[in-house]
């Protein structure tokens, strides 16, 4: 108990001799301020925040059944390849219901983003917006 009472005096010196600038550094002026000592448990670490662009993944099949068809295929492998599909139980079965509405995905999952597509495929559908994030 000596023992640990005297570890814990001697690292509140040290505290005290580093947060005051060394022995006698309050008298280095004459218009020195006062020091005030946090213990280490209650420093605060400073937190940077910074403008982020994220971008999440798309997911055609759900945005065409959040449109009311049943999935969505790939039309041709360029730009925005991606058309929703309906069933019938009658020829032709399977019938064109029109091209995905990612701007509406986007704008329903991740409110306040685009829909950009990075590298002009159909994988390449993105929902993009700038967020804060702590750094």
């Known amino acids: 108990m ?3 009472r005297w570890i814990s005096g001697v690292m509140l ?3 005290l001799l580093v947060a005051g600038g060394g022995v006698g550094a309050a008298n280095a002026t ?3 301020s006062p020091t005030t000592v946090v213990a280490a448990s209650q420093a605060v670490q400073p937190t940077v925040t910074t403008a982020v662009r994220v971008a999440y993944d798309t997911v055609p099949m759900h945005a065409c059944q959040e449109q009311g068809h049943a999935g969505a295929s790939v039309w041709n492998p360029y ?3 991606w058309w929703c599909y309906g069933v019938d139980f009658a020829p032709p ?3 064109n219901a029109g091209m995905v509405d990612f701007p509406a995905y986007c704008s329903r999952h991740y409110p306040d983003s685009q829909a950009t597509n990075r590298n ?3 994988f390449g559908w ?3 917006r700038i967020e804060q994030r702590d750094i």
Do not use: H, P, Q, Y
Request: proline fraction near 0%.
């Open 2 to 4: 000596v023992c640990v």
């Open 13 to 15: 010196a040290m505290l």
């Open 30 to 32: 004459s218009n020195a």
């Open 79 to 81: 730009a925005n390849g």
């Open 93 to 95: 079965f399977v019938t």
């Open 120 to 122: 002009n495929s159909v």
């Open 126 to 128: 993105k929902c993009e």
